[in-house]
């Protein structure tokens, strides 16, 4: 990818957290048609989250498949295709679900955060 005309490589990871039958997508990444089914047979995808700017690529795509799910994203944070969010998360707003907090870094240039998830010691 690029930012202010550099070349940036990093991964992409996409974390999935089942709550019952709800899930919730953390930094999507897309799937092809078999992990798609995969995914469903697992729950009903509710939450689609962006918690960093340098994440969100395939939002549209699972907005798009599952129309039904809120997006949430950063105070800030912008697509370039106009997407919006149903709901920015903050530290001191609601949460995803119990167990659930989130740091946003505020020396970073664009939003950045991190959900920390008490769960199995929240490592």
Do not use: W
């Not at 599952?66 to 950063?74: I, K, R, S, V």
């Amino acid at each position: 990818m690029e930012l202010n005309g550099a070349d940036i490589q990093t991964s992409r990871n996409m974390v999935i957290i089942r709550k019952g039958n709800e899930l919730t997508l953390v930094n999507t990444v897309r799937l092809n048609a078999q992990e798609l089914k995969t995914l469903d047979s697992l729950g009903k995808v509710v939450h689609i989250v962006r918690i960093g700017t340098f994440h969100g690529r395939d939002d549209a795509f699972y907005c798009h498949q599952y129309p039904y799910a809120q997006l949430l994203t950063l105070e800030g944070t912008t697509y370039e295709s106009g997407l919006t969010s149903h709901q920015d998360l903050t530290p001191q707003g609601e949460m995803l679900f119990t167990g659930c907090s989130l740091f946003v870094f505020d020396t970073s240039t664009l939003p950045e955060g991190v959900l920390h998830i008490d769960r199995e010691g929240g490592y």
